[in-house]
């Protein structure tokens, strides 16, 4: 079955000049993105060219972009959250800062537990599950998972597979639970007008902030630095971010292109005797973190959206992306967001690493019986 799934969609496309496969990359992303506005589905213009490039990868063809390319990209979607976000929000993380943490430490706590058993019910090979599950932090795990015997490909494939499932069910319940009304995206002003002054600002903002950000060498720094800046500078009232949405959707394609892109065929091709496995894993993951927001939902009062977005495992530019597209609380969606990356940064690779060294140590133990 998966490996019908491989063959090439578009045998020419691998075959074809780059400019043709950007132009075919282009061309899929616009009409995948029409289909799913006119579906009303949130975030279309991140889904459509997602799956674009899964087809373009797919089919052979090699068009990486590069990290600097993405830097200011990361930069405009900083801009984004941060005209979402009201200066408040500090506030309300430090009233509710309890209600933060058992939620991020509920989810890192579960993916930890997750993988350790299925690194001892040997679903995948060596520690490649336990690094696989890490809720963020994907290049890290990646980077550390073959010093520990895992299957470096495998954690690559599951870590952004889990986004793209992630981002497929969280923009499939924001239609059905959180969505407008039926086709209400077919009234959207795309290029409506905009006022010019703020515009550059918001520009100078997105390429400053990211640029410093990318300076500052830690992981989603140019979207950090960008945000926090916004909010301080439209908390003042020295800048009022201007987003038109035409700008926006070259930002999610780019996002989209980002995930899609990463799906090539050997690596595609290394996963598929496991696929069944990986797909198996992320789902549990999500379903663990779904059992999360469910919790919120009972002991907090959050809506069911909010609550699933804000515990969603991984990927939270996307996450961010489908929040603003949805009728939720994204102050609580990306302060919980942020609040389990920065945890995940600062005790993840050690909390993985105990638990290999651990789990190393009973195999050791029960193959010297």
Not at 311 to 333: L, W, Y
């Amino acid at each position: 079955m998966f490996q019908k799934m491989l063959r090439k969609p578009f045998v020419w496309i691998d075959r074809s000049p780059r400019a043709l496969q950007w132009a075919a990359l282009i061309g899929l992303s616009l009409a995948f993105g029409a289909v799913l506005v006119w579906l009303d589905i949130p975030a279309a213009m991140l889904i459509g060219p997602l799956l674009a490039g899964i087809v373009v990868a797919g089919s052979g063809a090699r068009l990486p972009l590069s990290r600097r390319a993405f830097v200011p990209v990361q930069g405009l979607i900083g801009c984004m959250i941060a005209k979402m976000l009201p200066s408040s929000a500090s506030m309300e993380f430090a009233v509710h800062w309890p209600l933060f943490a058992a939620g991020v430490f509920s989810v890192i706590a579960a993916s930890a537990l997750l993988g350790w058993l299925l690194v001892r019910m040997d679903v995948l090979p060596g520690t490649t599950a336990l690094w696989g599950v890490s809720p963020g932090a994907a290049t890290v795990m990646t980077l550390m998972a073959e010093s520990f015997g895992a299957d470096a490909q495998l954690v690559a494939v599951m870590q952004y597979l889990r986004v793209l499932i992630v981002a497929a069910v969280a923009s499939v319940l924001a239609r059905i639970v959180g969505g407008s009304a039926p086709h209400a995206a077919h009234v959207v002003a795309w290029f409506a007008p905009v006022t010019v002054m703020p515009l550059i600002q918001t520009l100078a903002l997105a390429l400053v902030g990211s640029l410093v950000g990318q300076r500052l060498r830690i992981p989603l720094g140019p979207m950090l630095v960008t945000i926090v800046a916004g909010v301080v500078l439209a908390h003042h009232g020295w800048l009022t971010i201007e987003l038109p949405r035409w700008l926006l959707a070259v930002a999610y394609a780019f996002v989209g292109w980002r995930i899609g892109l990463r799906f090539t065929r050997p690596l595609l091709a290394h996963a598929v005797k496991a696929l069944p496995r990986l797909i198996a894993c992320s789902i549990a993951l999500i379903a663990i973190c779904a059992g999360i927001g469910g919790a919120l939902v009972v002991t907090a009062g959050v809506d069911p959206l909010t609550a699933y977005l804000a515990t969603s495992p991984g990927g939270a530019d996307s996450v961010a992306i489908i929040a603003a597209s949805s009728n939720v609380d994204v102050r609580f969606v990306m302060a919980m967001q942020m609040a389990r990356f920065v945890a995940v940064l600062l005790i993840g690779p050690a909390a993985a690493r105990f638990i290999a060294k651990r789990v190393h140590s009973a195999i050791d133990r029960s193959g010297s019986l």
